[in-house]
């Protein structure tokens, strides 16, 4: 199965609390946070919503 490898690039500062919530949830608190999630409809969900603070690259 595949991997997701997410890097947070901006910063949460001024960020509404969900996208907030959204990060934390995957395991990302401050610039340059890297994590490797599962690729499955839930972590997609979650990087919709905050795609824009996100640097993801796949991983086999």
């Given at each position: 199965m595949?991997?997701?490898?997410?890097?947070?690039?901006?910063?949460?500062?001024?960020?509404?609390?969900?996208?907030?919530?959204?990060?934390?949830?995957?395991?990302?608190?401050?610039?340059?946070?890297?994590?490797?999630?599962?690729d499955?409809?839930?972590?997609?969900?979650k990087?919709?919503?905050?795609?824009?603070?996100?640097?993801?690259?796949?991983?086999?």
């Amino acid at each position: 199965m595949a991997n997701l490898k997410i890097k947070l690039v901006k910063s949460l500062n001024g960020r509404i609390q969900k996208h907030k919530a959204n990060a934390a949830a995957l395991g990302l608190k401050k610039i340059g946070d890297t994590t490797v999630q599962p690729d499955n409809p839930c972590t997609r969900g979650k990087l919709a919503k905050i795609g824009y603070l996100l640097q993801v690259t796949e991983e086999q």
